[in-house]
């Protein structure tokens, strides 16, 4: 596609539930980042993939958080025994090579739990 | 740890006035560093991007400027109009990843 797509674009589950978010990134993107906005902050870092292997992980908060990009293209995050505190916009980049190489944004999935 | 910073974190002006957001950084060592806009709701929209050998970049009504040494960016923004209201994020890449401030959330006024 021309950009980077996430669905769904709005998701709202109780506490406890277990919810995936996918990423579709710009073709032919070999690097795909995931980042988390709350209300009122810049986003953060969570992990990114180089190819189909997660290059870094080190912004995911706890084990309750997993993603995956088996084919080396889409990509799902996933969430387990969702809380509250997870509610946010969650935001999928990617970028033609890994490194310091401008990252394209998706228009990011706002999670609410309940 | 990088750390970023915006100032001022708000902002409301006349229409046609010029405008300057300031980011700062705590760690020079930085690759490049890239101005987002994001409206209500919405992503990322990337204004601009200045490597890490430049020193700024312009597009339209938008200039950017980088210091490493002093650890500092500035957007300037001419001529502001009523739908440049949104808030502008700036971000370092600390290698592979984004690190962002928190935002200069502006208002245009008619």
């Known amino acids: 596609g021309a950009g980077v797509s996430q669905t769904p674009s709005n998701k709202v589950t109780e506490k406890g539930k277990y919810v995936e978010l996918r990423c579709d990134p710009i073709s032919g993107h070999t690097a795909l980042y995931w980042y988390r906005q709350s209300l009122g902050q810049g986003p953060e870092f969570l992990i990114y993939f180089q190819g189909t292997g997660a290059a870094d992980d080190s912004g995911l908060p706890n084990d309750r958080f997993f993603a995956v990009r088996p084919e080396g293209s889409v990509s799902t995050l996933k969430i387990q025994r969702t809380e509250r505190g997870d509610s946010a916009v969650y935001l999928c980049?990617?970028?033609?090579?890994?490194?310091?190489?401008?990252?394209?944004f998706g228009p990011g999935t706002r999670l609410t739990v309940l | 740890k990088q750390e970023v910073t915006q100032i001022p974190a708000a902002l409301s002006v006349p229409e046609g006035e010029n405008l300057v957001l300031n980011c700062s950084f705590t760690d020079s060592a930085i690759y490049n560093l890239q101005w987002f806009r994001q409206d209500p709701g919405k992503g990322l929209t990337s204004l601009l991007l200045i490597q890490s050998s430049q020193r700024e970049q312009t597009s339209g009504r938008l200039n950017a400027s980088l210091d490493k040494s002093s650890g500092r960016s500035t957007l300037y923004i001419a001529a502001s109009q009523p739908g440049d209201s949104a808030t502008y994020l700036c971000a370092v890449y600390n290698t592979d990843k984004l690190i962002f401030g928190t935002g200069t959330r502006l208002q245009v006024f008619p």
């Open positions: 980049a990617s970028s033609l090579l890994a490194g310091a190489v401008e990252q394209f």
